[in-house]
């Protein structure tokens, strides 16, 4: 059985840029229901339930046909918030160091330009999905709960929740806003050492 790992955080401690209210509907009621639905949808297929979760992840086609439209929907999201809630951090914002630091400048020219080509993509997400910042430090999006695993990509360094339910009690229809909030709590330390990684 899944289970939706614990906030490293309390609920209200990003209050100032995501409030209680979004991080406890988002934690305990949207991750909860991926969770709850994948494991229900894996009673269809009981052998699943053993392996790791990336393993379900990286080849959608091996599953039985039955249970692959939940494993990439819900199965993709409880991989995809598992991640998002290590992505933040109270103690988050200001910019990487280090070789992450480096190769983000040699890349984009600055950290800024960095930041402003990734807020760029994330707005254009049409509906629901996220933005990511891959290990080769390309930026991309995906649709819905699609992870880059499932594209054959490797993990993610860094992701963005675009949908409407992280930021709609806050910031209402203004996904840009919310963007720009959340730089202020991203878990650099955290992204560095997937980077390291
Ligand atoms: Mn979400």
Not at 122 to 125: E, G, K, P, T
Not at 143 to 152: A, K, L, V
């Given at each position: 059985?899944?289970?939706?790992?614990?906030?490293?955080?309390?609920?209200?401690?990003?209050?100032?840029?995501?409030?209680?209210?979004?991080?406890?509907l988002?934690h305990?009621?949207?991750?909860?229901?991926?969770?709850?639905?994948?494991n229900?949808a894996?009673?269809?297929?009981?052998?699943?339930?053993?392996?790791?979760?990336?393993?379900?992840?990286?080849?959608?086609?091996?599953?039985?046909?039955?249970?692959?439209?939940?494993?990439?929907n819900?199965?993709?999201?409880?991989?995809?918030?598992?991640?998002?809630?290590?992505?933040?951090?109270?103690?988050?914002?200001?910019?990487?160091?280090?070789?992450?630091?480096q190769?983000?400048?040699?890349?984009?020219?600055?950290?800024?330009?960095?930041?402003?080509?990734f807020?760029?993509k994330?707005?254009?997400?049409f509906?629901?999905?996220?933005?990511?910042?891959?290990?080769?430090?390309d930026?991309?999006?995906?649709?819905?709960?699609?992870?880059?695993?499932?594209?054959?990509?490797?993990?993610?360094?860094?992701?963005?929740?675009?949908?409407?339910?992280?930021?709609?009690?806050?910031?209402?229809?203004?996904?840009?806003?919310?963007?720009?909030?959340?730089?202020?709590?991203?878990?650099?330390?955290?992204?560095?050492g997937?980077?390291?990684?």
């Open positions: 059985m899944y289970k939706v790992p614990d906030l490293p955080y309390g609920y209200d401690q990003l209050g100032k840029y995501i409030s209680g209210d979004i991080m406890r988002h305990d009621k949207h991750h909860q229901a991926y969770v709850d639905k994948l229900a894996l009673d269809n297929a009981p052998a699943l339930k053993d392996r790791p979760l990336e393993s379900l992840l990286v080849d959608l086609s091996q599953l039985p046909e039955a249970v692959q439209l939940a494993v990439r819900h199965g993709g999201g409880h991989y995809n918030h598992s991640l998002f809630w290590q992505w933040m951090s109270p103690d988050g914002g200001g910019e990487p160091r280090g070789e992450l630091a190769a983000i400048i040699a890349r984009y020219g600055s950290f800024q330009a960095f930041v402003d080509e807020t760029t994330s707005l254009a997400v509906g629901s999905g996220w933005a990511w910042l891959q290990p080769n430090l930026i991309i999006t995906t649709p819905n709960q699609d992870t880059p695993i499932m594209q054959g990509l490797n993990a993610p360094l860094l992701g963005l929740d675009v949908w409407e339910h992280a930021y709609y009690l806050d910031y209402k229809n203004k996904r840009d806003d919310y963007v720009k909030s959340w730089w202020n709590v991203v878990n650099w330390d955290f992204v560095e997937r980077y390291k990684a």
